[in-house]
């Protein structure tokens, strides 16, 4: 087993993308210096904290995951130095998960990456609305401030539940703490150095940030239009019997993570001004994670809310979010015909993805409409030609 064990299950959208791509672009280098990144790729972690929370395939269902987390310890238990798993799944988890690992790896070192409420509202209505939700802006954020931290509907995801079994850090650390100490790092503002995070996160795993220095991940942000237009996909796809996470690869990897971000639209980043229930909630926070007499790294003054500067999302007018629909339907289509070309099936050519031309003509509301609805068949269209792939392989 290795001597030190460190489990980082940073809250969603606290900067955990950026510290995964340090840790695998420079693994072989850690593991020179006695850290182990269990893992050939971050997915193989993702797998293993699925598998641990009872899954047996991928979101996809498309292979199975099964083993994965014993294939994990089975590597740390190999491992005679320090050993690190970084996996936001495992922020929101229940007791029994905490128990199931602790079963596995005795004694972790927990870590908690945590940023603050207001800069995570629109980053974490972002990231829901590209994991297939449709919760407006305005609904969303009415929720996160009606229903703070507390446990309701646990047999209903609602979009409080959803934001808050990701943001109660205070729970999250109370939960995690029955493993021993547990290492909270905040994410600096945004006009501190783009390193201040993995200086922090080396400080608690035991490496230097020269010892690391790595590019900046791709991970871009959508705006309020594009963010709008993904949002009505999902309502579309959802009336088609296609829920997330149907299509899950194409929806999020590379329509949300690849091509939306490169549209030449215009479009604006997510904005929110600080509001009284945000301050209340950060302060109760603070207070929280300080009675629980966690270690920091970092400084409390960094969960202190921020305003977001970009527009409201609840304005985006048809007429914008249409335009995006049909810049993304062309990029869509190119990339699916590519594919068809390149990997040809039988009755699934090029030439049978759907095509669609904008009406020029039409109102803005129809010309919304109509572009959300062409975008969905090519979605359709390759979910469709995926399951005929599987169906013809079983």
Not at 8 to 30: D, F, I, N, P
Not at 196 to 224: H, K, M, W, Y
Not at 265 to 281: F, N, S, T, Y
Request: glycine share 6%; net charge negative.
């Amino acid at each position: 087993m290795a001597r030190r064990v460190i489990v980082h299950v940073g809250a969603m959208k606290s900067g955990t993308t950026s510290l995964q791509h340090a840790l695998y672009a420079h693994r072989e280098h850690l593991t020179d210096l006695g850290v182990l990144v269990p893992g050939r790729t971050w997915r193989d972690q993702a797998d293993a904290a699925w598998n641990l929370r009872g899954r047996q395939t991928s979101l996809a269902g498309d292979r199975s995951i099964e083993g994965s987390w014993q294939r994990l310890v089975d590597e740390i238990d190999a491992w005679h130095g320090t050993a690190v798993i970084s996996a936001e799944l495992l922020a929101p988890v229940g007791d029994d998960v905490v128990e199931k690992l602790l079963e596995s790896l005795p004694s972790p070192e927990v870590v908690l990456s945590v940023r603050d409420l207001n800069r995570n509202l629109p980053a974490m209505w972002q990231e829901v609305v590209q994991n297939g939700e449709v919760w407006s802006w305005s609904g969303f954020v009415a929720a996160a401030r009606a229903r703070r931290p507390r446990l309701l509907f646990p047999d209903r995801l609602t979009a409080s539940s959803r934001f808050w079994s990701e943001q109660d850090v205070v729970g999250i650390a109370r939960r995690w703490s029955v493993a021993g100490e547990v290492h909270v790092v905040t994410v600096p503002g945004p006009d501190a150095p783009r390193e201040a995070l993995l200086e922090r996160f080396g400080e608690v795993i035991g490496f230097s940030f020269d010892d690391v220095r790595t590019p900046r991940p791709q991970n871009a942000s959508l705006g309020v239009v594009r963010t709008d237009l993904l949002r009505r996909l999902n309502l579309v796809l959802d009336a088609r019997e296609l829920s997330f996470p149907a299509g899950i690869r194409l929806r999020k990897h590379v329509l949300a993570k690849k091509l939306m971000p490169g549209l030449d639209v215009a479009d604006e980043r997510i904005g929110l001004r600080v509001e009284p229930w945000v301050e209340r909630a950060a302060n109760h926070q603070v207070e929280g994670l300080r009675k629980l007499g966690v270690s920091l790294h970092g400084d409390w003054s960094d969960l202190t809310p921020v305003e977001v500067d970009g527009a409201d999302p609840s304005t985006v007018t048809d007429d914008r979010t249409a335009a995006a629909a049909a810049a993304t339907h062309v990029e869509l289509r190119t990339w699916l015909v590519h594919r068809a070309e390149t990997n040809p099936r039988g009755g699934w050519g090029p030439e049978t993805v759907p095509a669609w031309e904008p009406d020029d003509a039409a109102p803005a509301a129809r010309a919304c409409a109509d572009a959300v609805e062409a975008l969905a068949d090519l979605v359709e269209w390759a979910v469709r030609r995926t399951r005929a792939r599987h169906a013809a392989r079983a």
